[in-house]
């Protein structure tokens, strides 16, 4: 069974930093891993993604201040959250794609959310 082990969420005032840790377990490969957040009343959005290989992508507001990182020996992935603002206020959510055997799908799997708080 596949599970997603967050870590690293908290409060911290603007122009602080944190780092977010997710290990992913139950799988002996892990496709595209990455964060999404959503805060009170909107929608959960993308903050940035990886894919096996290392090619990341970012929600432009967050460009220049978050950096994601993975390691694939761990099944871990990372978010360094730099120069935060009190926009950045959510839950954060780790997401990771598992192959399906034999096919070309995947499976989507979420953590269960950590909450980042960025205070004024």
Do not use: H
Not at 26 to 40: H, K, V
Not at 42 to 58: C, F, H, I, P, S
Not at 59 to 64: E, F, I, M, P, Q
Not at 85 to 101: F, G, H, L, S
């Amino acid at each position: 069974q596949v599970q997603l082990q967050e870590s690293g969420g908290g409060l911290v005032q603007g122009g602080g930093s944190l780092r977010l840790s997710c290990a992913a377990s139950g799988s002996s490969s892990f496709n595209t891993m990455g964060w999404y957040r959503q805060a009170p009343g909107k929608q959960r959005e993308l903050v940035a993604r990886v894919t096996r290989d290392g090619t990341t992508n970012y929600a432009d507001s967050v460009k220049g201040r978050f950096t994601i990182s993975r390691d694939n020996a761990k099944n871990t992935v990372y978010l360094q959250m730099n120069s935060l603002k009190p926009e950045d206020t959510a839950v954060y959510y780790c997401n990771a794609r598992v192959p399906v055997p034999g096919q070309s799908t995947e499976f989507n799997y979420w953590g269960q959310g950590t909450q980042v708080t960025v205070s004024s």
